[in-house]
């Protein structure tokens, strides 16, 4: 039988009614609040992150193939380059490769009863698909026909802008250098999608592949770049790299998204800054009240600890019994703290009631991604430390005297 753990459970059992009882409720309040703030900051932070990072990679990929530039982040080069089908074949039989698909981008001027929005035009071809994380309204692209497909999908930033809806055809203008007249096509408005991402929505339209190549003169083979979708977000840099110095040859290049924006991704790794000071923080608290409690434990069981001191018990078993204590308390604070940290994440997925400024954030509510390894990280965390922060108070054991703890008045 374990006799410390014994005496431990028996004694928290009986401190109803007493000051040591309230003692007890404050530092388990305190560290479930504690858990529950860290499971929560932490399930917010990888979502908006995830959230983040799904919308870009679902509009252009995790690498991007194109001729080099001096400013990855403008995407067109001048020139075209030819299609390889080859190099197409060989990349997407790498292991880490989804996909594999042509673009080509130009820039463009819509025009709808009198308003006029400039935007950049992406080709793509039917093989493009949107991503779940963003919102699409309408239908999309009709590839059957043999030339190219009239047909556009705008931003719902660029839709309210023009006051365009799905359904309604629109004049798409095209620049040519050194001509005084553009090159005018009609295409119909046939869906509408929305990412919160001002970099795209305010900037991007899609149209078929074809119709770029048609209207700058190229052969049905010549296109601006590939994008490639890979099965996991984190072999991006390293999947770059074999592409490059394995199948590419100048000019060809191959950057990651985080190439291409790395202010925002710069801007996503500040959150995990925010994330670690929140956990340092609610952990600092929940080490102090429950060191204080039990240090208020120790005091007020004076009389308990100088009695098995008396009746023979060595010091190691006694402070073994205040580490039970600690134990207890934090197990109880983190289930707790669990139930209530991971019943605000449910309850934030399917309700959405935090809100968020969608101009600052790209996104309207409170995203949450729960990632059970990293809740299990905390509650282990958080018991251990906790466990081992009785340490200190624990050396007031030593101070106790039974002789005078136990005198009669």
């Avoid at 001027?109 to 309204?137: A, P, T, W």
């Avoid at 434990?297 to 008396?310: C, D, F, S």
């Avoid at 707790?336 to 968020?356: M, W, Y």
């Amino acid at each position: 039988m374990n006799l410390p753990f014994f005496i431990a459970r028996r004694n928290l059992i009986r401190q109803k009614g007493t000051f040591s009882s309230f003692i007890i409720r404050l530092a388990i309040t305190a560290t479930s609040l504690s858990v529950a703030v860290m499971i929560a900051a932490t399930a917010l932070i990888i979502g908006f992150k995830y959230e983040i990072r799904e919308k870009l990679f679902s509009f252009w990929g995790h690498v991007m193939v194109t001729p080099y530039v001096v400013n990855t982040a403008s995407l067109i080069a001048p020139d075209p380059i030819s299609y390889d089908a080859d190099l197409v074949k060989k990349i997407e039989g790498m292991p880490e490769v989804k996909s594999m698909s042509a673009w080509a981008a130009r820039p463009g001027i819509l025009q709808f009863n009198g308003s006029m929005e400039g935007v950049r035009l992406k080709g793509v071809n039917k093989d493009f698909r949107f991503s779940e994380r963003i919102q699409f309204s309408g239908d999309k692209i009709d590839y059957s026909d043999t030339a190219y497909a009239k047909q556009i999908i705008v931003s719902q930033t660029t839709a309210n802008r023009l006051e365009v809806k799905a359904g309604e055809s629109v004049q798409l203008y095209f620049l040519e250098p050194g001509s005084t007249s553009p090159r005018i096509r009609k295409v119909k408005v046939v869906g509408i999608y929305h990412t919160g991402m001002e970099e795209i929505d305010k900037d991007y339209a899609l149209c078929d592949l074809r119709l770029l190549q048609r209207i700058n003169n190229w052969q049905p083979n010549q296109i601006n770049g590939y994008q490639i979708d890979l099965k996991n977000e984190a072999l991006a840099d390293t999947v770059a790299a074999q592409i490059f110095y394995n199948y590419l040859q100048q000019p060809l290049t191959a950057n990651t998204m985080k190439d291409i924006y790395g202010n925002i991704f710069d801007w996503l790794q500040l959150q995990d800054l925010n994330a670690e000071l929140v956990i340092i923080i609610m952990a600092v608290v929940a080490i102090i009240n429950l060191a204080v409690a039990l240090l208020i434990l120790i005091v007020e069981q004076a009389r308990v600890v100088g009695l098995l001191k008396a009746l023979g018990m060595n010091e190691t078993e006694t402070r073994k019994i205040f580490f039970y204590y600690s134990a207890i308390i934090a197990g109880a604070g983190i289930f707790v703290g669990n139930v209530l940290g991971l019943g605000i994440c449910f309850l934030q997925k399917q309700t959405g009631f935090l809100k968020l400024n969608e101009t600052t954030y790209y996104m309207s509510q409170v995203p949450v991604r729960i990632n059970w390894g990293y809740v299990l990280l905390i509650d282990i965390a958080t018991l251990l430390v906790c466990v081992l922060c009785m340490w200190i108070p624990s050396l007031y054991i030593r101070r106790i005297q039974p002789a005078k703890v136990l005198q009669f008045k």
